[in-house]
């Protein structure tokens, strides 16, 4: 027997990351939200929003997130008039963060790709994702490709007389049944 482990992604948790539908994006003090085909990282459409003081910005629907749990947060903003940008993590329940990444020196007017992971503390339903500007910046945002995924590992064994093919983990390869 064989045993392994590698890492995997669960379930997008984010609906309509991709922005492709016009909906399950609320606006959070931004006076605009709207799909836009104007700027589109990954399909036809991306989210604008239009931040006209702090902390002004969107927000997903709603995710249940598991105590003690890591979750893999990926997305891409295209800032029209800025270069920092806060990514949040929230509770639905009392509003409070529970994670906040500031991200500063973005390009302007480009995509960037900002990443990182998060290890759930409180866990329950009512978490959402929230982007907003920082609050010294006014001005255009665009999002896209918004993704929310819980970070896993697979372990097990595996009987190399189990099938003709024995299924591999990602970091293995060419392992065929022989018969001799």
Do not use: C
């Not at 589109?40 to 927000?59: E, L, V």
């Not at 598991?66 to 891409?76: A, C, M, Q």
């Amino acid at each position: 027997k064989n045993h392994g482990t590698s890492v995997f992604y669960g379930d997008e948790l984010i609906t309509n990351g991709d922005m492709e539908l016009d909906d399950n994006w609320t606006t959070a003090g931004a006076t605009a939200n709207v799909r836009s085909s104007t700027q589109a990282h990954g399909g036809t459409y991306s989210r604008k929003f239009t931040a006209n003081s702090a902390y002004d910005g969107i927000t997903s629907d709603t995710f249940t997130t598991v105590t003690g749990r890591t979750y893999y947060i990926s997305f891409w903003v295209y800032p029209d008039d800025a270069t920092v940008v806060h990514s949040k993590l929230r509770r639905g329940d009392n509003g409070a963060d529970i994670s906040t990444v500031v991200t500063g020196s973005l390009t302007q007017d480009a995509w960037n790709n900002i990443t990182y992971s998060y290890t759930e503390v409180g866990g329950g339903s009512g978490a959402y994702w929230n982007v907003t500007s920082n609050n010294l910046t006014s001005g255009d945002w665009y999002i896209d490709d918004v993704s929310v995924k819980e970070v896993g590992f697979a372990t097990g064994w595996t009987d190399a007389d189990a099938q003709t093919t024995i299924p591999q983990l990602g970091f293995q390869s060419y392992n065929q049944l022989a018969w001799f």
